[in-house]
């Protein structure tokens, strides 16, 4: 990157894609300025006026699919059908937003309670107004798709800042919407975001890595700008003895290694019940050893991350089954299976982000819960069980945002599923209602509809008043 100018580049090749402005301060502050004009009208076309206009916008991206998933496999590195899927999920989600904000949002009664019975009481929502979204890499369409789809439902303005290995999108997106300063693309590095949270917008929606995550609230705080985070995860599928382990192993393969592990609510830890580990292992090894497809790392620092924690789990003591530190030839790496790594290993403990899971033996499906429970991240999870019930009853212990039984990935194609995490993963709510609400300030409302039978709240109260409230206080509560 020059001080103007940022390109992007292939991830397999270092072949230039193209070439793009960076925005800096003053470029950041004028888009958000101009979001702040746009998002008066936007507000005021209403819940259905914007719902016409955000389905116009999916239709355009649906009909254009094969255009933007070029684009998506181009940057990252990751097959057409990969990319594709990909924006098939984030169309969902548009159209989900688009049509159910007018219901989630829209102002509703609410009970007064006896001791305001005289009052009505309303809640409604309202749109902050201009919102800054800054997206990852891994996937540049639905990750921030999933903040700007439910913000411009919800009535706001978005200002969009990509990853800076995926400009091509972030710009093709803003395109695509029509020019309309309601979605604004800037493109920069990290100090395009930091200009983005300093720069007036009234929430920021972050996606990324925990350690950025801190460094965005620092720049917030400047501000106290509110922002919703969502920073990775090291995600763990528990096997339990009654599991069907062909589809335990298919999935396993899949949460591991699509997208070449660059998956944030993807399975890095496996913990498998000890009768049936050795089985699960095998199955699960004998799907990932032939010719996997997924492309490369999408940045040159993934490689000497995944080294590093192959590395580690073998230096104490962890075995490799598939693959092992020859397996990383950047920027492509082959599967990795390590298995029997100490839980203190940065293979465990680490989001690792690339194609490597570690597949550890328990003594039961209680001790699984205990291990994914000591992670400081809590993003997803999954269990494979042959009893739905007591898998029901486990993924209430975990300590996650999300979870899938008997699958992986589940809840990211559901719409109406709030999707984020706890500790290093994050904090607050993308998709679903929660995610319509998190980009809306709530105001509650009340109208007095007669005078109340005993009046309490004025400075010269009767004190005969006082004592038959009290009395009625006691008979209500203290009994």
Not at 38 to 51: E, I, N, V, Y
Not at 78 to 105: F, Q, S, T, Y
Not at 108 to 120: D, I, P, Y
Not at 275 to 297: C, I, Q, T, W
Request: charged residues 20%; glycine residues 10%.
């Amino acid at each position: 990157m020059t001080s103007t100018h940022i390109q992007s580049l292939s991830p397999a090749t270092a072949e230039v894609l193209a070439e793009y402005e960076v925005a800096g301060p003053d470029q950041v502050a004028a888009a958000v300025t101009r979001g702040r004009d746009a998002a008066q009208r936007w507000g005021a076309l209403g819940h259905r006026g914007r719902r016409d206009r955000l389905l116009r916008f999916k239709r355009t991206i649906a009909a254009r699919v094969d255009e933007l998933a070029a684009i998506v496999a181009a940057e990252t590195g990751k097959p057409r059908a990969d990319a594709i899927l990909e924006v098939m999920l984030a169309v969902e989600h548009l159209d989900w937003a688009a049509r159910n904000a007018g219901r989630v949002l829209r102002r509703r009664k609410v009970s007064s309670g006896l001791l305001a019975a005289n009052h009505a009481a309303t809640l409604e929502y309202h749109p902050l107004g201009v919102i800054g979204v800054i997206g990852p890499w891994n996937y540049p369409v639905y990750t921030p798709l999933g903040s700007i789809s439910y913000a411009l439902a919800a009535g706001n303005a978005v200002v969009f800042k990509p990853s800076e290995h995926t400009p091509g999108v972030g710009a093709w997106l803003a395109d695509a919407w029509a020019g309309d300063p309601v979605l604004q693309t800037v493109v920069g590095d990290g100090t395009t975001g930091a200009a983005l949270c300093r720069s007036g917008v009234d929430k920021i929606a972050f996606t990324g890595s925990a350690a950025t995550a801190r460094r965005v609230m620092a720049a917030c705080a400047e501000t106290l700008t509110p922002l919703v985070v969502e920073g990775g995860g090291k995600d763990a599928m528990i096997v339990a003895a009654d599991a069907d382990l062909d589809a335990a192993a298919r999935a396993a393969a899949f949460g591991g290694f699509g997208n070449a592990g660059q998956t944030c609510a993807g399975v890095e830890r496996i913990y498998v019940v000890r009768s049936v580990y050795p089985e699960f292992l095998s199955r699960l090894s004998a799907l990932v050893s032939g010719e996997v497809p997924y492309g490369p790392m999408t940045t040159p620092e993934q490689p000497g991350i995944v080294r590093r924690h192959v590395e580690d789990a073998l230096a104490k003591g962890g075995r490799a089954v598939v693959g092992g530190p020859e397996s990383i030839t950047p920027p492509f790496i082959s599967p990795v299976v390590l298995t029997e790594v100490p839980e203190d290993s940065t293979a465990v403990t680490e989001e690792t982000f690339g194609p490597t899971v570690v597949v550890n033996p328990v003594d039961s499906v209680d001790d699984a819960v205990t291990r994914t429970n000591e992670s400081k991240y809590g993003l997803a999870a999954a269990i494979f069980s042959g009893d739905g019930r007591a898998a029901a009853e486990t993924v209430r212990r975990l300590r996650v945002g999300a979870a899938s039984i008997n699958a992986v990935l589940g809840f990211a194609s559901v719409p109406s599923l709030p999707f984020g995490g706890i500790g290093d993963s994050g904090f607050g709510r993308v998709h679903g209602a929660d995610g319509l609400r998190e980009f809306s300030r709530a105001q509650s409302v009340t109208r007095q509809r007669f005078a109340p039978p005993m009046d309490l709240m004025r400075l010269d109260r009767d004190p005969k008043v006082m004592e038959r409230a009290l009395r009625l206080f006691r008979l209500r509560h203290a009994r």
